[in-house]
């Protein structure tokens, strides 16, 4: 099954504090198994690497719990519930969601207070089921692919002798070119460049080279097989072992199956990949602003 979300999480939390004082690291492993979570499952960790998801899940919910005085913490990583808790299970209400807490006014004025990102529902519909971190990753994400369009689109109506120096400024953001900082000293452009646009150091000394091609091609100008042959040939002129085609539309599949089929070494790069690594290595775009998530660290109350 999926990873329950936090909201689902509530009244099984709920139900074992009932029983009483309870260690959450114990409830984390204990509803793993109540809701027969894979390995896999119960291992998959956030974006930070520091915490499993179906974990995360389970403080946010034990933290909404808390919010709305169902729940007390007692010492160090334990909590218990409440009179009110218990109240609650006494009810027996079929689940536990945000909307539900929010008959209490405790969890009320944690709300309107901005002091989480509690979601709010806008419709009768079941409220939005992700935790606040997870709502701020998925806008981080949006961001994202909102920026990695636009540049896409700046790129394919700069002229093609921006785009070859685009794409290598961004192997030099990765650290390709050895010792190069003038940049036309890896361009190689013009009539006569043998089929090849670029040829960058791949280590320091110069030991090896990639020679690449750039192709600044419209949306739905698919690049094809023939065009990778025609670079294995240039490659091939140059005494090359490997090269990088890079273009702003995408690749055929013919393409990439020539380009795995083929006696060197030949990385495709498409608009999609081409943007990606320009906003991880920020070649053509800024930071405009870092905001940290930061959680209780709970091995410092571990003991």
């Given amino acids: 099954m999926a990873i329950p979300d936090y909201q689902t999480l509530m009244l099984p939390v709920l139900r074992v504090a009932a029983e009483g004082e309870q260690r959450i690291s114990d409830v984390v492993a204990r509803l793993a198994g109540e809701f027969a979570l894979s390995p896999e499952e119960r291992s998959t960790l956030l974006p930070s690497g520091r915490q499993t998801t179906f974990a995360n899940r389970v403080h946010w919910a034990k933290s909404y719990l808390g919010k709305a005085g169902l729940i007390e913490l007692t010492r160090r990583a334990h909590f218990r519930i409440t009179d009110r808790g218990r109240e609650v299970l006494v009810s027996a209400p079929r689940h536990i969601n945000t909307r539900y807490l929010s008959r209490f006014p405790e969890f009320r004025t944690f709300s309107e207070a901005g002091e989480s990102a509690a979601p709010t529902p806008t419709t009768d519909a079941e409220p939005i089921s992700l935790t606040p971190d997870e709502i701020m990753r998925n806008a981080h994400r949006s961001l994202e692919a909102n920026v990695a369009d636009d540049l896409l689109q700046r790129i394919r109506a700069a002229t093609p002798a921006f785009f070859e120096r685009l794409v290598v400024s961004l192997l030099v953001a990765m ?55 025609d670079f294995f040939g240039s490659l091939d002129r140059f005494k090359a072992t490997k090269g990088l085609f890079v273009t702003t539309s995408t690749f055929s599949a013919s393409a990439r199956d020539t380009a795995d089929l ?40 571990e003991g």
């Fill in 175 to 229: 650290g390709y070119g050895g010792s190069v900082t003038d940049l036309d000293k890896a361009l190689v452009g013009g009539s006569g460049d043998g089929g090849v646009d670029g040829v960058i150091d791949q280590d320091p000394l110069g030991l090896d080279r990639i020679y690449v091609q750039a192709k600044r091609y419209a949306d739905g100008n698919t690049v094809g097989a023939g065009a990778i042959r």
């Fill in 262 to 301: 083929l006696s060197k070494r030949i990385v495709l790069i498409d608009g999609t990949q081409l943007t990606r690594l320009m906003i991880r290595h920020g070649v053509g775009c800024r930071v405009e602003e870092t905001l940290v998530i930061k959680s209780v660290d709970e091995e410092f109350f």
